[in-house]
């Protein structure tokens, strides 16, 4: 990495906290510099604008959150160990694995009718979580540990929803509570499908 190359990453990650805390629309340039402890002509140096940094920011934090998840499925042996430990990783929303919280909501929300390229970048994320939810339970049948009945689309679609739905209500109510329950019934039905 070139000095420039490191300024820029420094920046990124710096600001990335700040975005997924405020949200794009709220952060300031001078948030990015007292942050940072940077001039403004310095940041410019190195994005043209807000917009070329939040869109930085935004790549950032959704693949931190997806290294997150792969570090968690990583270390699995079975279909039912991957989506054990993906729940697994979800299960605290108030001490949520990106700091701010789930960039998925946090930019989603934010952007879904205001800004296309966060949308979509969001959108390919989440499209992403859904098919290797899919895949983990496809292969789990592959491998005869899974009963051929266990419909993975619609499993990841109710997984994914109801991780993001328990990580909106934890995070809101300040509590954990809820996520356990949604775990709990997920591993359930997860176990539910094992062959005898």
Known sequence: ????????????????????????????????????????GGLYG????????????????LNKLVEKVQQAIGTAGTAKGKLFAWL?????????????????LNFGTEADDTNQLVREKVKTVIEMAQKTIAAIVQQGIKNEEFK????GNEFSIKMFALIEGGTLIGRVLNTNSQMTIITNLLKKEITSHLRP
């Open 1 to 40: 990495m070139t000095k420039a190359e490191r300024t820029r990453q420094f920046i990124i990650e710096t600001s990335a906290p700040i975005f997924n805390t405020k949200g794009i629309a709220a952060t300031a340039y001078s948030d990015v510099m007292q942050a940072t402890k940077m001039a403004k």
């Open 88 to 104: 697994d990783a979800f299960k605290l929303p108030t001490q949520f694995p990106v700091e701010g919280g789930c960039p998925l």
């Open 148 to 151: 051929e009945t266990f419909n």
């Open 46 to 61: 190195h994005f043209e604008s807000k917009d070329q940094l939040s869109a930085a920011v935004v790549d950032y934090n």
